[in-house]
């Protein structure tokens, strides 16, 4: 898997990309500081599964159009600078960029962002935001230096619904993955959920009526 990462930062660069071969097996992350040098890779850019730039000026669609014109669908994660003004933010959502995030964030964070764009994940730790993050195997919820501990069932429940982020997960899907396929009805699923959601300190699971459950990105809490 290829990542093409556009950041001036080259310690955030080397921090990102060590971050990211420590949680996963290897992922080839293209480095560079030259807006240009995006230019150079149309031959190959159909390699790259993400791109993550860090633009002089974030309204100029120049390098996203490039990207998308050479047939490349790759999600784009657009990296802001906590000093942008707040008008611009109102320009880029018409923009088709996948993901915004502004600094200063931790790498842990962005690290999320990646797994979460391109559906992978680390097996056993999930990223959520900076101080947050749930640890699978200790089943351990981490707010803020708050460790939260999970029971067996709610700890397969949170990692279900990690898995399937990007979309809802039904009752079904919960069933199989938690229940390993035992005759449990709807009415135990939503009260597992509901013994989760009194564990944790925000309401993270928002419910579809119908449909199942999934998780709530963290910024729009």
Known sequence: MKIFLL????????EI?????????KIDVKKTQNEHDIFDEVLSLEDYSLFILNLKNPADT????FIRTNANLAPVLLVLES???P???HTLSSFSYNDIIIKKFSVEEIVYRIYKLCHIWNDNIFYWA???CFDFRKRVFIFNDKHIVLGKKEALLLKCLFLKSHGVT?????ISFVYQNEIVSQERVRALVKQLRDKLP??????????GYQIVNFSMI
């Open 7 to 14: 950041e001036p930062d080259t310690n955030l660069q080397n």
């Open 17 to 25: 990309d060590t971050c990211l071969n420590q949680c996963r097996l």
């Open 62 to 65: 120049k390098i996203l159009d």
């Open 83 to 85: 000093t942008l003004s």
């Open 87 to 89: 008008q611009m933010f």
């Open 130 to 132: 900076n101080g947050i």
């Open 170 to 174: 039904t009752c079904e899907e919960i």
């Open 202 to 211: 925000y309401d993270l699971i928002r419910t579809f009526h119908g449909q």
